[in-house]
């Protein structure tokens, strides 16, 4: 299976705004959803953001919900999280994730191939 490669990542003050990219390294996404996720230290790895790649279904957590938007582009093989209105506690690693099986989840656990994971920093 294709890798996702995530990009976009980086320092920006609280309101900023910051675009993550999701690629496929070395061929074509396969999967029936992708899934955005974040990790900050000593915490454990939590959902942000879901699409689905056939029918561009989302679906956020709570957290985020009005100021990110997953999106992505079936031509450029690439997920897209634009994250506005950025809080010092959004500052996290933030992963790209692919799930084959034909349902959705917001449990980490259940998605089969990660990316590398790009830094995201909000200072106050």
């Known amino acids: 299976q294709v890798q996702p490669v995530e990009s976009g990542g980086g320092l920006v003050q609280a309101g900023g705004s910051l675009r993550l990219s999701c690629a496929a390294s070395?061929?074509?996404?396969?999967?029936?959803?992708m899934g955005w996720f974040r990790q900050a230290p000593g915490n454990e790895r939590e959902f942000v953001a879901f699409?689905?790649?056939?029918?561009?279904?989302?679906s956020y957590a709570d957290s985020v919900k009005g100021r990110f938007t997953i999106s992505r582009d079936n031509a450029k093989n690439t997920v897209y999280l634009q994250m506005n209105s950025l809080k010092p506690e959004d500052t996290a690693v933030y992963y790209c994730?692919?799930?084959?099986?034909?349902?959705?989840?917001?449990?980490?656990?259940?998605?089969?191939?990660w990316g590398q994971g790009t830094q995201v920093t909000v200072s106050s």
């Open positions: 699409i689905t790649w056939s029918r561009g279904s989302t």
């Open positions: 994730a692919g799930r084959r099986r034909a349902f959705v989840s917001k449990i980490a656990a259940d998605y089969d191939y």
């Open positions: 070395g061929g074509t996404f396969n999967y029936y959803v």
